[in-house]
């Protein structure tokens, strides 16, 4: 069992900065890939990045390459997403999650979900 917590999201303007951290409980975080979806209002979940389980890897949807960066720190169970370079059209409620199998993008594959936390970026 893995209960994940996010943190970070906020208002900010177009062109600005946020890191997003999701807090992972238990001792197996080491063993979960984990992904950052996002949900813009009125629109379904999308999925935006994830990493290894080492965090050698990663991997990104086409529309954020070079402006956001997900990265994790096994040591204290914890994953970030660098949000930099932001857009209106990142608005969203950010999820991270937990899955057991590298480089899938199918929301329904990951295990488990934190609650969400709103990132709206203002033009």
């Known amino acids: 069992q893995v209960q994940l917590v996010e943190s970070g999201g906020g208002l900010v303007q177009a062109g600005g900065s946020l890191r997003l951290s999701c807090a992972a409980s238990?001792?197996?975080?080491?063993?979960?890939?984990m992904g950052w979806f996002r949900q813009p209002p009125g629109k379904e979940r999308e999925f935006v990045a994830a990493i290894t389980w080492s965090g050698s890897d990663t991997y990104y949807v086409d529309s954020v390459k070079g402006r956001l960066t997900i990265s994790r720190d096994n040591a204290k169970n914890t994953v970030y997403l660098q949000m930099n370079s932001l857009k209106p059209e990142d608005t969203a409620v950010y999820y991270c999650?937990?899955?057991?199998?590298?480089?899938?993008?199918?929301?329904?594959?990951?295990?488990?979900w934190g609650q969400g936390t709103q990132v709206t970026v203002s033009s």
């Open positions: 238990g001792r197996t975080f080491s063993s979960y890939v």
């Open positions: 999650a937990a899955c057991r199998t590298w480089r899938t993008t199918d929301s329904y594959k990951y295990d488990y």
